[in-house]
C-alpha cells in the first residue's frame, strides 16, 4: 500500500523542523546550504556535545523523550534517521 | 584474590615465568624508568603478545575476562608491564574487531602472532585538549604515486613504549578537508617511518612506560587504514576495552597494597597474640572497599562480553553505554589511589619506605596515574552533558 499524501506531507514538514533545528544547535563546521536530509552531521563537524543539545532541543520542539535504545549516533546521523526515530516515537504515542 | 579464574593461557607455565620475571624486575624499572624489556620478552616468549588475536587469524581468540586476569596479575607484580600489556591487546582488538575482512590487517594479525610484534598507539595530540576523539594532524593522499600512497605526520603528546614499539596506531583526520572528528586509525611499522621524541618520561609513577611525547610521520599504502570509521571503533571497542584493561590494572596495584597490608597486620597480631591490632580495623574497612573495587570492575567486563558481538552490539553506541563505561573509569581511577593510600596507613613507615616487604610507595605513585589517563575531569564534563539526555534507569 503506497502511504498516503498527508503522511508524507507531514514527514516532509517534519524533516523541514528538524533541518531548522539541526541548524541552530548541531553547530556544523560547514555551509549549512550545503546539508542535505541525507548529509553525514557528524562528519560535517557535529561534536558529541552538540549532538545532545541537538537531541533536547528536538525532545523540546517535537514533545518526545528518546528511550536509551535510541540515544545512539546512528540515530542522530542525518535528518533522515533523526526523521524516522521521531515519526517512530510519534506513532507510537499516538 | 583473584579478579577472575586462571585460564588455560594465565596459567602456562611460560605465562608464570613471566609474572615471576615482571616482579625481579618491577623495583629497578621504577628507580630507573625505564622500558621493562626483560618481562616484555618473556610475554613474546609465552606467546601472550598474540593472545587477543581471533583464531581465524591464528591467535588462540584470548576474551576479554582472559586478558583482563593476565593484565591483573602482570600488575600486581609491575604495574607498567601491565599497563603495556593491556594497551597493546586493546590495539589488537580495535583492529581485529574492525578490520572488515581487510586482505592487509588479516595478514598483518598473523604477522603479529608469529612475531609477536609490539603495538603502541598515537591517540593524542598536541593541541586538541585531550580529546581523543578529534585529530589536527590529517592523512594525506599521493595521488601519482604507484601502489595508493598516503602519508601522515603527528605531534602526539604522548605514545607510552613509543621508542620499544613495532608497530604504531595512529588516529588521523580521514583526508585533508576532513572534519577533526572525522578520523581513521592507521597502522604503520616503526621500521619505515620516521620518530622522533619531543621530551623526557621522568614521571612520578608508571615510570616503566616510558612515555614522552613524539612526532611521528609516514609514507605507507592505503591499505593500511582500517576500513572502519573510528568514531564506531573507539565506541564499540577502544574506549571500553581501555577502561576495562586499564581498571584491571588498577585492580592489580590496589589488591597488591591490600596485599601487604593484610600481610603487616598478621605480624603484627603475631607479636601479640589474643589481641587484634588497631590496624586490623583498617584492614577490614579496607576489605570492604575492596570487595566493592572487584565488583565494579568485574561488572563493568561482564557486562561488555554481553554486548560486545551479535545484536545487542549496538547498544555500545548509546548514550546510556558511554556513560556506564566513562562511570567505570572515573569510579576504579579513584579506588586504587583509596586503597594504596590505606595501605600506606595501616603498613606506617614500613609502608612508607622504598623497600622491604611492606613497601606501598610504588602502589602509591602508580595509582595516581589513573585519574590523569584521559582526565576524570574531561569525563565527568562529558558525563556531564550526556546526562542532560540520558535518563538513568529507563
Known amino acids: 500500500m503506497l502511504p498516503s499524501t498527508e503522511s508524507q506531507a507531514t514527514e516532509g514538514q517534519n ?23 541525507s548529509t553525514d552531521l557528524y562528519r560535517a563537524g557535529m561534536t558529541s556535545y552538540a549532538s545532545v543539545v541537538l537531541m533536547i532541543a528536538l525532545e523540546n520542539e517535537f514533545g518526545v523523550e528518546f528511550p536509551d535504545a535510541m540515544l545512539s549516533r546512528s540515530v542522530f546521523e542525518s535528518i533522515d534517521s533523526i526523521a524516522k526515530a521521531i515519526e517512530s516515537l510519534q506513532e507510537a504515542q499516538s | 584474590m583473584r579478579a577472575v579464574e586462571a585460564t588455560e593461557l594465565t596459567a602456562s607455565e611460560a605465562f608464570q615465568q613471566a609474572l615471576g620475571i615482571a616482579a625481579e624486575h618491577a623495583g629497578d624499572v621504577d628507580r630507573q624508568g625505564r622500558f621493562p ?63 572488515a575482512r ?101 614521571t612520578l609513577g608508571m615510570r616503566g612506560t616510558c612515555s614522552p611525547g613524539f612526532v611521528v610521520s609516514a609514507t605507507c599504502s592505503a591499505d593500511q587504514i582500517i576500513p572502519t570509521p573510528f568514531a564506531t571503533i573507539a565506541a564499540e571497542t577502544m574506549v571500553p ?54 565488583a565494579l570492575v568485574k561488572g563493568a567486563t561482564q557486562e561488555y562480553i554481553s554486548l560486545a558481538d551479535g545484536e545487542r552490539r549496538p547498544t555500545l553506541s548509546t548514550i546510556g553505554y558511554a556513560v556506564r563505561i566513562n562511570n567505570l573509569k572515573i569510579a576504579a581511577s579513584e579506588a586504587t589511589v583509596e586503597a594504596c593510600q590505606s595501605a600506606l596507613r595501616i603498613c ?30 574531561r569525563l565527568h564534563a562529558t558525563n556531564a552533558a550526556l546526562l542532560l539526555v540520558y535518563r538513568e534507569g529507563k
Open chain 2, 102 to 202: 581487510s586482505i592487509w590487517f588479516t595478514n598483518y594479525l598473523r604477522r603479529v602472532v608469529r612475531e609477536q610484534r609490539l603495538i603502541a598507539s598515537a591517540t593524542s595530540e598536541v593541541g586538541v585538549g585531550g580529546d581523543m576523539r578529534r585529530s589536527i594532524a590529517a592523512i594525506q593522499p599521493l595521488p601519482d604515486s604507484p601502489g595508493n600512497l598516503v602519508q601522515f605526520e603527528k605531534k602526539a603528546s604522548t605514545i607510552s613504549y613509543g621508542a620499544y614499539a613495532d608497530d604504531l596506531l595512529t588516529t588521523l583526520r580521514c583526508g585533508p578537508t576532513a572534519d577533526s572528528s572525522d578520523q581513521a586509525l592507521i597502522l604503520t611499522h616503526f621500521a619505515d617511518m620516521e620518530s622522533k621524541p619531543t621530551g623526557e618520561w621522568d
Open chain 2, 348 to 377: 606506617g613507615f614500613a609502608g612508607y619506605g622504598n623497600s622491604g616487604p611492606y613497601s606501598v610507595g610504588r602502589y602509591l605513585r602508580d595509582a595516581h596515574s589513573a585519574a590523569l589517563m584521559i582526565a576524570n575531569d
Open chain 2, 241 to 294: 576495552f581501555s577502561h576495562i584493561l586499564w581498571a584491571h590494572v588498577w585492580l592489580g596495584i590496589a589488591t597488591e597494597a591490600f596485599s601487604r597490608a593484610q600481610n603487616f597486620v598478621r605480624v603484627q597480631a603475631r607479636q601479640s597474640p589474643g589481641t587484634t591490632p588497631p590496624s586490623a580495623l583498617r584492614l577490614s574497612e579496607l576489605s570492604a572497599r575492596m570487595a566493592e573495587f572487584r
Open chain 1, 15 to 37: 524533516r523541514d523542523r528538524i533541518r531548522q533545528i539541526v541548524k541552530e544547535h548541531a553547530g556544523l563546521g560547514v555551509d549549512f546550504e550545503k546539508v542535505e536530509f
Open chain 2, 37 to 99: 624489556s626483560e618481562a616484555i620478552e618473556a610475554l613474546r616468549v609465552a606467546g601472550a603478545l598474540g593472545w587477543g588475536v581471533p583464531v581465524e587469524y591464528g591467535g588462540p581468540a584470548a576474551a576479554i575476562d582472559e586478558l583482563a586476569d593476565a593484565t591483573f596479575e602482570l600488575s600486581r607484580r609491575c604495574a607498567a608491564t601491565g599497563m603495556i600489556f593491556a594497551m597493546h591487546q586493546i590495539q589488537i582488538a580495535s583492529i581485529a574487531r574492525h578490520l
